[in-house]
């Protein structure tokens, strides 16, 4: 299948990488002429498992770089528009990237072309694209519009597409579905999975996806209610998490107890600062913006997002609590990125802290395996980069975990203890245990768990015991 791909970042480089894996001819086209040319020289712009070795297998071969939209729609079947939907002020979806895409489209068709939104889109975008597409209800050559919403996490992007749990296409037409059949087929019939140069599947991914064809109006409104729906887990087992903290309860306990049942399900239950990144917080807002515009009241939205916003609040709170008084204090920080496994700092939590503490006249030095280059962007000298992560606690009157690194849960405690100035760990993301923060005698400090004071007395009981 002959395909083009506009927009070179998270979602479309992502995509085209992987459709050429399975074996399409791709062509990924972007207007930003430097990240093509850095594409073309073998950079891989952003920080994927997996994604250097596909890019690396088939640049060049089956996957090609251009700035030419028009000439790579020309030679294409099928084109995914995949350029970014940023939200307004309003929460509203900036849709001016797509609309922009399309105009150019529309003076490339030469044939018929099945056009797909790849893009995050509120619902009823597909019309407007195929209106566009036809100004007058007349168009200029035959073509059909098809949502194909993604749904990948930053750091597993590769394998969430090539074992995904569900495909979801929505489509009118008939030929368009039988032409994404086609495009998906590998997946579908498990017959990509069974190559010796497949990407290895991940042990939880389900032996064959689910490919569910509904109507593009239907597809549109997965995606947003999907992430809605797990930014509300998220919210809702930090809402939770308070309240154990309120009441001497354990959140991780109270989390395995709820994630047991088969109902609800363990994922999106863990504790912290709350959520971020690109998706979560943009399409609840998206979402809430397009439920408004159509007269329909959504109030769990806004309380989705209020949770979420308070959750770094409390946070910060803490730091208070444990310090005394927090301005002029040195504060080491580990983590930088939404969430581990990624370079992503938009809407991060771990960002959005540390711009508050700098509010406060702190002096922070930070550290993240993959996203410092990107961190630096934001705050650029406001804060001081370490080389590694007890380099950022030399002399720190306390140490802040921001982002769950599963590499900062297998620090030397002996050493944290030794290069801070004082024996203090605030833990946003749960990433240490209390018994052995206890053991190693810190005062720690983390999300719905009971305070550590309590849990020394307990520890103590056990050995006079003993």
């Known amino acids: 299948m002959q395909i083009s791909v ?5 979602v479309g480089l992502v995509a085209a990488t ?11 086209v972007d207007s930003d002429s430097a990240k093509i040319a850095a594409l073309n020289a073998g950079e891989t712009l952003i920080h994927e498992d997996y994604l250097q070795e596909l890019l690396s297998r088939h640049r060049g071969n089956r996957l090609s770089f251009s700035t030419d939209l028009r000439a790579a729609a020309r030679n294409s079947v099928v084109v995914f528009i995949a350029v970014g939907t940023p939200s307004a002020e309003n929460g509203t979806v900036d849709l001016s990237c797509v609309e922009a895409v399309v105009h150019s489209l529309a003076e490339a068709m030469n044939g018929y072309k099945v056009i797909v939104e790849k893009s995050t889109v509120p619902v009823y975008t597909s019309e407007r694209v195929h209106n566009a597409l036809s100004p007058n209800g007349h168009a200029k050559a035959e073509f059909d519009v098809v949502s194909n919403p993604e749904f990948l996490r930053e750091g597993t992007a590769v394998t969430d597409f090539l074992y995904p749990d569900r495909i979801v296409v929505g489509s009118g037409s008939e030929r368009a579905a039988a032409i994404m059949r086609e495009i998906y087929a590998p997946l ?46 998220i919210s809702f087992i930090n809402a939770v998490a308070s309240f154990c903290e309120s009441v001497g309860a354990n959140i991780e306990e109270v989390s395995r107890g709820i994630g047991s049942d088969s109902r609800i399900g363990p994922e999106f239950l863990r504790a912290g600062i709350g959520y971020g990144g690109s998706c979560f917080p943009k399409d609840v807002a998206a979402f809430r913006a397009v439920t408004h515009e159509f007269g329909f009241e959504f109030p769990l939205l806004d309380e989705i997002k209020r949770i979420n916003d308070e959750q770094r609040i409390r946070f910060i709170g803490k730091v208070r609590s444990a310090l005394g008084t927090i301005k002029g204090k040195k504060l080491a920080v580990l983590g930088l990125a939404f969430k581990d496994g990624t370079d992503d700092v938009r809407e991060s939590p771990a960002i959005k802290v540390i711009e508050q503490l700098l509010k406060e006249k702190c002096q922070i030095t930070a550290f993240d395996p993959a996203a410092m280059d990107r961190a630096r962007q934001i705050l650029g000298s406001r804060i001081k980069y370490a080389a590694d992560a007890y380099a950022a606690m030399e002399g720190a009157d306390a140490l802040l975990i921001l982002t769950e690194w599963k590499e900062f849960a297998n620090l030397d405690l002996v050493r944290i203890k030794h290069v801070l100035r004082s024996p203090i760990v605030l833990d946003g993301r749960n990433v240490f245990s209390q018994a052995e923060m206890a053991e190693a005698g810190f005062s720690y400090f983390s999300v719905g768990r009971p305070a550590l004071e309590a849990l020394r007395s307990l520890l103590k009981k056990g050995q006079s015991a003993r």
């Open 18 to 28: 992987c459709l050429a894996e399975l074996g399409h001819e791709v062509i990924c």
């Open 6 to 10: 506009i927009g070179s970042g998270y």
């Open 188 to 233: 579908v019939d498990g017959s990509y999975a069974q190559l010796a140069s497949a990407v290895p599947k991940p042990e939880p991914a389900r032996a064959i996806p689910m490919y569910i064809e509904t109507s593009p109006r239907s597809a549109e409104l997965i995606k947003h209610a999907s992430n809605a729906y797990l930014a509300l887990k």
